[in-house]
């Protein structure tokens, strides 16, 4: 069975949207290289935006060094404005991988051990946070084998036949009265079905649980953790939680399958998911992500569970090899109204970053489908 990681937020079908423009923007190569890339690309992305679902998608390539940026459609449904590279997109669970390097980074700095049981850094005790006296380690957090549940509050009844434009309204509304200390207080409450470690779970929960440690191993709330750390360094400016004025200009519009304005994705946990940027920021990611010469990307890249031949996860990264024997290292995102893709092929030096400002049951497939497409096109299937 196929497996892949789940979306932040899981939406159902609904009404489908009208045919969206295609535009070609932005490309800073040379022109030669514009004429072979912009053709893969284009022809990829025609299939992507002909879904009467999609609205606006931005593209970028990272590939021996060259930048290609790309951009179709709209940032809003009807507003015929083209996304540029410096159009905003919520991120969704691609935040996961800054919050794992986050990790990976305290691990060289020596301030945590991935085997450290997560009770360490947690007040109070925490019996329930083991299985027949194997406890949660802050690896299993980040490579989805903690057996925590999906979110906290654990309310999986909410998704067994969610409805696409209640369920984001639903969600807000208890994430709006939600605080730290109810957090800690449901994860009092889980009870772990597995010994942490053995078995694949995806959970949002997790990823914010080791927000929350980080935030206390460093005295630095997260957002402010991954500037200093992350963005600041590599010069991504674009890439925060909370947004000026002028960047919220930026911001495109989320939208749900039916073509109506989305709710934007809540942001008072943002370890699992609230990190928005444009792909012009991704670009300098990817190029950072590519350079495994560091010693804390190296660690990140690093299987954690799974079998790389087949399916397997590092830092929050999930990976495989290709049949020529590359490895393939990807993670993708889904919010309320906002789907996005990135991939990795490091022996190639070849990365890349799909944003898009739709989201339904079936947006992330598609953008790993058109990921594919190109990579197909660029040799590097």
Same mark, same amino acid.
């Given at each position: 069975?196929?497996?892949?990681?789940?979306?932040?937020?899981?939406?159902?079908?609904?009404?489908?949207?009208?045919?969206?423009?295609?535009?070609?923007?932005?490309?800073?190569?040379?022109?030669?290289?514009?004429?072979?890339?912009?053709?893969?690309?284009? #022809?990829?992305?025609?299939?992507?935006?002909?879904?009467?679902?999609?609205?606006?998608?931005?593209? &970028? +390539?990272?590939?021996?060094?060259?930048?290609?940026?790309?951009?179709?459609?709209?940032?809003?449904? &009807? =507003?015929?404005?083209?996304?540029?590279?410096?159009?905003?997109? $919520?991120?969704?669970?691609?935040?996961?991988?800054?919050?794992?390097?986050?990790?990976?980074?305290?691990?060289?700095?020596?301030?945590?051990?991935?085997?450290?049981?997560?009770?360490?850094?947690?007040?109070?005790?925490?019996?329930?946070?083991?299985?027949? &006296?194997?406890?949660?380690?802050?690896? !299993?957090?980040?490579? !989805?084998?903690?057996?925590?549940?999906?979110?906290?509050?654990?309310?999986?009844?909410?998704?067994?036949?969610?409805?696409? +434009?209640?369920?984001? *309204?639903?969600?807000? $509304? +208890?994430?709006?009265?939600?605080?730290?200390?109810?957090?800690?207080?449901?994860?009092?409450?889980?009870?772990?079905?597995?010994?942490?470690?053995?078995?694949? =779970?995806?959970?949002?929960?997790?990823?914010?649980?080791?927000?929350?440690?980080?935030?206390?191993?460093?005295?630095?709330?997260?957002? =402010?953790?991954?500037?200093?750390?992350?963005?600041?360094?590599?010069? @991504?400016?674009?890439?925060?939680?909370?947004?000026?004025?002028?960047? *919220?200009? #930026?911001?495109?519009? &989320? !939208?749900? $399958?039916?073509?109506?304005?989305?709710?934007?994705?809540?942001?008072?946990?943002?370890?699992?998911?609230?990190?928005?940027?444009?792909?012009?920021? @991704?670009?300098?990611?990817?190029?950072?992500?590519?350079?495994?010469?560091?010693?804390?990307? =190296?660690?990140?890249?690093?299987?954690?569970?799974?079998?790389? *031949?087949?399916?397997?996860?590092?830092?929050?990264?999930?990976?495989?090899?290709?049949?020529?024997?590359?490895?393939?290292?990807?993670?993708?995102?889904?919010?309320?109204?906002?789907?996005?893709?990135?991939?990795?092929?490091? $022996?190639?030096?070849?990365?890349?970053?799909?944003?898009?400002?739709?989201?339904?049951?079936?947006?992330?497939? #598609?953008?790993?489908?058109?990921?594919?497409?190109?990579?197909?096109?660029?040799?590097?299937?």
């Amino acid at each position: 069975m196929k497996l892949r990681l789940a979306v932040l937020l899981l939406v159902v079908s609904a009404v489908a949207l009208q045919n969206q423009p295609i535009n070609i923007v932005s490309a800073r190569v040379t022109t030669e290289q514009v004429n072979d890339e912009a053709s893969i690309v284009g #022809r990829a992305a025609e299939n992507f935006m002909s879904d009467k679902r999609a609205i606006g998608l931005s593209v &970028g +390539i990272v590939k021996d060094g060259n930048i290609y940026t790309y951009n179709y459609g709209e940032v809003e449904k &009807g =507003k015929k404005e083209i996304p540029t590279k410096h159009t905003i997109y $919520e991120l969704a669970s691609i935040t996961k991988t800054f919050t794992a390097l986050l990790l990976a980074q305290a691990v060289i700095e020596q301030k945590v051990k991935l085997d450290d049981d997560v009770r360490k850094y947690l007040d109070g005790d925490y019996p329930n946070l083991e299985f027949e &006296g194997q406890p949660i380690k802050l690896v !299993h957090l980040i490579n !989805h084998t903690s057996r925590l549940p999906f979110m906290l509050p654990d309310r999986s009844e909410l998704f067994q036949n969610p409805d696409p +434009i209640e369920l984001p *309204k639903r969600l807000t $509304e +208890i994430d709006r009265d939600y605080t730290r200390g109810d957090f800690y207080r449901d994860l009092h409450r889980v009870k772990l079905d597995k010994i942490p470690g053995t078995d694949f =779970k995806y959970s949002n929960a997790a990823a914010q649980l080791l927000g929350f440690i980080l935030e206390r191993v460093y005295q630095m709330p997260y957002e =402010k953790l991954v500037a200093k750390k992350i963005t600041d360094p590599l010069k @991504m400016s674009e890439t925060k939680i909370t947004l000026s004025s002028s960047e *919220k200009k #930026r911001l495109a519009k &989320g !939208h749900y $399958e039916n073509g109506s304005v989305s709710l934007y994705g809540t942001t008072k946990f943002p370890a699992a998911g609230a990190l928005r940027s444009s792909v012009a920021d @991704m670009l300098e990611y990817i190029k950072f992500q590519l350079n495994e010469n560091n010693e804390a990307i =190296k660690l990140s890249h690093q299987t954690t569970w799974g079998d790389v *031949k087949i399916y397997a996860s590092g830092l929050n990264w999930q990976m495989n090899t290709s049949p020529g024997g590359r490895r393939r290292i990807w993670q993708s995102g889904g919010s309320f109204g906002f789907s996005s893709h990135c991939i990795l092929l490091p $022996e190639l030096r070849l990365g890349i970053v799909l944003l898009s400002n739709e989201s339904d049951r079936n947006s992330q497939d #598609r953008l790993s489908t058109l990921a594919n497409q190109i990579l197909a096109g660029l040799g590097a299937k």
